[in-house]
């Protein structure tokens, strides 16, 4: 597929974040690309959006607890990442006419001291564990973009940063990454109880995530790098949300996130 098409692609994406409406399909034929391609768009779009949201600051996967692949019917990671200006620390605000469908989901996520660059043995949770500085409880903020995401292809979806909106992370704590798929989280809106999950849910062990997103992106010649953060899945299936609502992830050993919606 030519630069410019992938640019078209780009651009579009770019101005439904920018101008909070729904496509209903991205400008291209035929719109079921390989994932390389999908990729390769999201990367043109990461260039459009840091003039208005500021450089991506860290790194999101998508679909890798059962809950998730069964809601979107992808059984395998997806990566995306997030800008600087949409990551809050402890409590998060977002305007509710800045988004289309915004939904929430309830995430552990990772803070990275080192670079984790390509490895001729590639990386498994115990090397990857070794990068981590802390973790965190946090709210991943997804936006559905589409009229329908349900008609889109996977690559569509991975093409705009698989839903990311933003971010709101707890304050990091030090404990041993690879005890992480003990941890226990729920999720609350308004003070009711929403779903429940357990670190084991991401791929095993979250440090499985992380590790499957290292080797993904040194395979591209995009190694995750220290001051980085990742957030590794929700452990809880999507919840959509509307302006008034109050948002509490809370994960027992990292603290709590809480994410408003104005």
């Known amino acids: 597929m030519d630069v410019t098409t992938l640019s078209e692609a780009a651009n579009a994406l770019a101005n439904a974040r920018i101008s909070a409406k729904a496509l209903d399909r991205l400008p291209m034929e035929p719109e079921s690309v390989d994932l390389d391609t999908a990729y390769r768009i999201q990367d043109l779009l990461h260039e459009r959006l840091t003039d208005r949201f500021g450089p991506m600051r860290g790194h999101k996967i998508g679909c890798t607890t059962k809950v998730m692949q069964e809601y979107l019917k992808i059984d395998h990671p997806c990566a995306g990442m ?16 800045e988004l289309v469908r915004p939904g929430i989901e309830c995430e552990i996520a990772v803070a990275l001291a080192k670079d984790l660059p390509a490895r001729a043995e590639g990386y498994d949770r115990i090397s990857a564990a070794q990068a981590v500085a802390g973790a965190m409880a946090s709210i991943e903020l997804v936006d559905e ?25 707890s304050t990091p704590v030090d404990l041993d990454p690879l005890a992480m798929d003990s941890l226990t989280g729920r999720l609350r809106i308004n003070g009711k109880l929403i779903g429940e999950g357990i670190g084991r849910d991401i791929l095993g062990h979250p440090m499985d995530a992380l590790a499957w997103l290292a080797e993904f992106r040194a395979g591209r010649g995009q190694l995750l790098k220290a001051g980085e953060f990742v957030t590794l899945g929700s452990i809880v299936k999507t919840k959509w949300i509307e302006a008034g609502d109050e948002v509490v992830t809370e994960i027992d050993g990292l603290g709590v996130a809480t994410l408003i919606v104005e």
């Open 82 to 97: 997030v800008p600087a200006a949409m990551v809050h620390e402890g409590t998060g605000r977002f305007k509710r006419a």
């Open 145 to 169: 973009r589409w009229t329908d995401f349900r008609e889109r292809p996977t690559s569509s979806l991975v093409a705009d940063d698989f839903f990311n909106a933003g971010c709101v992370f």
